[in-house]
């Protein structure tokens, strides 16, 4: 990782602390935040502000995974079907597309922008789903379920 990459890591954490003392999104926080995520933060707050984050707790380890349902860049919404939804592929087939994507916060995302801009082409270190993770659990906005640890470790291997 690159030492600028590095001081934006350094500037968003210190950001999210301010964000997570306050439970609140100050002016300073957003402009901070607008700065560092300029394309994704409407998104990311978007996201939040639907209460589409869920928080999943082992309940013997307090280990902590999101479910961060998909974004929609138009603002239509999907019906969801379970986990996964059907869309037509170019050949006419049926492909699916994730309705939720797994998320750890710190770490990883199971989108394909997470795999593209952050991974592949290091453009950047987040993605809207990472965001809006962070955003949720700070502000206290997250849908928390407690679940045994064994179903916790299922979900982790359904991604």
């Not at 797994?102 to 997470?114: D, I, Q």
């Amino acid at each position: 990782m690159m030492a600028e990459d590095l001081q934006l890591r350094k500037v968003f954490d210190d950001v999210m602390a301010q964000v997570e003392e306050a439970k609140d999104l100050r002016y300073e926080s957003v402009e901070s935040l607008s700065f560092l995520f300029d394309k994704v933060l409407d998104k990311a707050v978007d996201i939040v502000q639907n209460s589409c984050v869920k928080r999943v707790v082992g309940e013997r380890s307090g280990r902590e995974i999101f479910q961060v349902k998909a974004g929609r860049s138009t603002g239509a919404r999907r019906q969801s079907k379970g986990w996964l939804q059907q869309c037509h592929a170019a050949d006419g087939q049926h492909a699916e597309v994730p309705d939720e994507y797994l998320v750890l916060p710190f770490h990883y995302c199971s989108c394909h922008a997470f795999q593209f801009e952050v991974i592949n082409r290091g453009e950047a270190f987040l993605c809207k789903h990472i965001l809006a993770a962070r955003l949720a659990r700070a502000l206290g906005m997250t849908m928390t379920y407690v679940v045994k640890d064994e179903l916790l470790a299922q979900v982790l291997l359904a991604y």
